[in-house]
Nanobody, 114 residues
Framework: VQVVESGGGLVEPGGSLRLSCTAS????????VHWYRQAPGKQRDLVAR???????NYADSVKGRFTISRDNAKNTGYLQMNSLKPEDTAVYYCQTQNAVFDYWGQGTQVTVSS
């Protein structure tokens, strides 16, 4: 099983990025996809998740700015991030989870700075 995030980078405040999370070796459509982030010296926090049925949840800090989605045909989940703020700077991790297993990616760095 492999979970790979991509799409991170450096962006100015107010800008946008789209993160991707591609999984292999699992029946992706049956897994919930979670995005977490961890800033230096802080705990890893849940940002958003989308269930196998398409139900979404967001942290209050990103509601209205971030959108999570998935394309099961591509075994890929996405996190569209708009109106980025410096406090969104963190390493973003993807987790795929079902009732028995969970798998993590290696993370992708997002830096919001002018």
């Amino acid at each position: 099983v492999q979970v790979v995030e991509s799409g991170g980078g450096l962006v100015e405040p107010g800008g946008s990025l789209r993160l991707s999370c591609t999984a292999s070796g699992i029946v992706f459509s049956t897994y919930t996809v979670h995005w977490y982030r961890q800033a230096p010296g802080k705990q890893r926090d849940l940002v958003a998740r989308i269930t196998s049925g398409g139900t979404t949840n967001y942290a209050d800090s990103v509601k209205g700015r971030f959108t999570i989605s998935r394309d099961n045909a591509k075994n890929t989940g996405y996190l569209q991030m708009n109106s980025l703020k410096p406090e969104d700077t963190a390493v973003y991790y993807c987790q795929t989870q079902n009732a028995v297993f969970d798998y993590w990616g290696q993370g992708t760095q997002v830096t919001v700075s002018s």
